[in-house]
């Protein structure tokens, strides 16, 4: 499987942004995709999460109500939209897979190590 993460760039503060990441290879019918974010000398922070059923998982309390997570399973993509874009969301935004099924039901999505295949990173700076 890789993953291809796009649609990064530089925006105003209160703008919007959506990062795209394609999936290509065999995901399977059951997995979760997770966008996690590091800023400069800080360390990987989850963002959202969402299962392959649509079913949102987790968003970070820094951008629940401002960014929305979602998949097109037709189209192997999942989308992370970014609306209300501030100067702390300046990082770099990798997509992650985790192939097992399991990364929901076991509480293992929070952890960077349990994701399977990572996107290569798309960088988002937000200017104030």
């Known amino acids: 499987v890789q993953l291809q993460a796009s649609g990064g760039g530089l925006v105003q503060a209160g703008g919007s942004l959506r990062l795209s990441c394609v999936a290509s290879?065999?995901?399977?019918?059951?997995?979760?995709m997770g966008w996690f974010r590091q800023a400069p000398g800080k360390e990987r922070e989850l963002v959202a999460v969402?299962?392959?059923?649509?079913?949102?998982?987790y968003y970070a309390d820094s951008v629940r109500g401002r960014f929305t997570i979602s998949l097109d399973n037709a189209r192997n993509t999942g989308y992370l939209q970014m609306n209300s874009l501030e100067p702390e969301d300046t990082a770099v935004y990798y997509c992650a897979v985790d192939l097992s099924g399991t990364a929901v039901p076991s509480g293992a999505f929070r952890s960077s190590a349990y994701y399977d295949y990572w996107g290569q990173g798309t960088l988002v700076t937000v200017s104030s």
């Open positions: 969402i299962e392959w059923s649509g079913d949102i998982a």
């Open positions: 290879g065999r995901t399977g019918s059951r997995y979760t």
